[in-house]
């Protein structure tokens, strides 16, 4: 079965810091989404790319999806408590009814 | 801005009692979806909805879900006898064909 791979499962990072979340696919992604949740809430979307090399940025967070549209990451500069929560990437793998896969999440937990 | 909504944002039901979830798309597209999400775990495709039918559905969407589009505007999903295991947020979402999908606050359900 198609899976989306997420990495790390989950990260503690200093207030102020940089951090890296990605999210691997085996399948060429037609379209990428991220998401923020927090837990048990619903999800906030944050952006979403479909060409390759695309960059996206809004507020402190970068997106981007690589050139062979199999892996895209996500990138928060100066991580603040507002990051924390659990970040979530979709994939449109180009299945025909254009459903999403999932990857499991990355907890994100910002330390004063 | 068009948005998905969807009502209620939580529902408490006793096992064996059926459900009904509503969602309102958006209004000009053409693909509709449910997913759902127990907590702490993946997003789950449950079934895709094209064209006044099932397009496809997953291993989850066994006899006792159904969805419709009684009216042309909103989209059902329907539990007929709820077991514990189905406790989780449910997700509409919507998308036109390739574009964007976009998706509903989510309708948490907790069966007691």
């Known amino acids: 079965s198609q899976e989306l791979e997420q990495s790390p499962q989950s990260l503690i990072v200093q207030e102020g810091k940089n951090l890296t979340i990605n999210c691997t696919s085996s399948k060429t992604l037609y379209g990428l989404y991220w998401y923020k949740q927090k837990y048990g809430e619903g999800l906030i979307f944050l952006m979403m790319l479909q060409k390759g090399g695309e960059e996206k940025s809004h507020e402190k967070i970068t997106a981007k999806l690589d050139e062979k549209k199999q892996q895209s990451s996500l990138h928060i500069t100066a991580s603040q408590p507002s990051h924390a929560g659990i970040y979530l990437c979709?994939?449109?793998?180009?299945?025909?009814?254009?459903?999403?896969?999932w990857g499991a999440g990355t907890k994100l937990i910002i330390k004063p | 801005e068009p948005e998905v909504t969807q009502t209620p944002s939580h529902q408490v039901t006793q096992m064996g009692q059926e459900v009904i979830l509503r969602c309102v798309p958006i209004s000009n597209h053409l693909y509709f979806y449910w997913y759902r999400q127990i907590l702490g775990q993946k997003v789950e495709f449950l079934v895709s909805?094209?064209?006044?039918?099932?397009?496809?559905k997953s291993e989850i969407f066994d006899d006792q879900f159904s969805v419709e589009r009684p009216d042309g505007s909103n989209f059902t999903l329907k539990i007929r006898s709820t077991k514990l295991e189905d406790s989780a947020m449910y997700f509409c979402a919507s998308r036109v064909s390739y574009n964007e999908q976009f998706f509903g606050p989510g309708t948490r359900l907790t069966v007691l």
């Open positions: 979709g994939a449109d793998v180009g299945d025909s009814n254009y459903q999403l896969i």
């Open positions: 909805f094209y064209n006044n039918e099932i397009s496809e």
